[in-house]
């Protein structure tokens, strides 16, 4: 088994990515993964990554099969945290975009992922601000996921909204 050093995660793009799927596939110490991620100044990832490797959730199949959620979803949630904490985009950032553009910023982002030149989808890119990005396509999907999320949480949030006042009226 091959065990994630500090020189192993520096080589990856995105270190967080690195950390997550060492730990939710047990390659890493709880103590290892403590000084990494501690070294990122990263204290809600790592609570995060920390908590999924000792409880890992299960995907349970209509056949009662059942399997461990995949690393890459902590990656997700952790992009997603990323963007909230570096970028700032909040939920209340996120809520002033009713138009689909956070859906359209994440359609993008897997069009490269899936070979569409970056200059091709940027066409489609919801803003006029230059924060598309070049990224590997693995990361490119890790980025779209994380706007899924963020697109269905708006979502979530705003039929909430809307469910609540129609209640007011009745």
Request: aromatic fraction near 6%.
């Amino acid at each position: 088994m091959e065990h994630v050093t500090h020189a192993t995660v520096g080589e990856y793009r995105w270190h967080h990515s690195a950390v997550a799927r060492a730990l939710c596939n047990n390659n890493l110490t709880k103590d290892q993964a403590i000084n990494i991620l501690l070294d990122m100044h990263e204290e809600q990832t790592h609570r995060l990554i920390l908590a999924r490797m000792n409880e890992r959730p299960l995907y349970v199949f209509g056949d009662g099969e059942r399997e461990h959620l995949p690393a890459v979803f902590a990656e997700i949630v952790i992009e997603r945290q990323r963007q909230v904490g570096e970028k700032g985009y909040t939920t209340a950032h996120d809520d002033e975009h009713t138009g689909g553009e956070i859906a359209r910023a994440a359609a993008v982002y897997a069009m490269m992922a899936g070979g569409t030149a970056r200059a091709v989808a940027g066409k489609l890119w919801p803003w006029d601000d230059p924060s598309l990005k070049d990224h590997t396509p693995r990361n490119c999907l890790i980025v779209a996921g994380a706007l899924i999320l963020a697109e269905l949480e708006r979502f979530d949030r705003a039929e909430a909204k809307a469910e609540d006042k129609r209640r007011e009226r009745a």
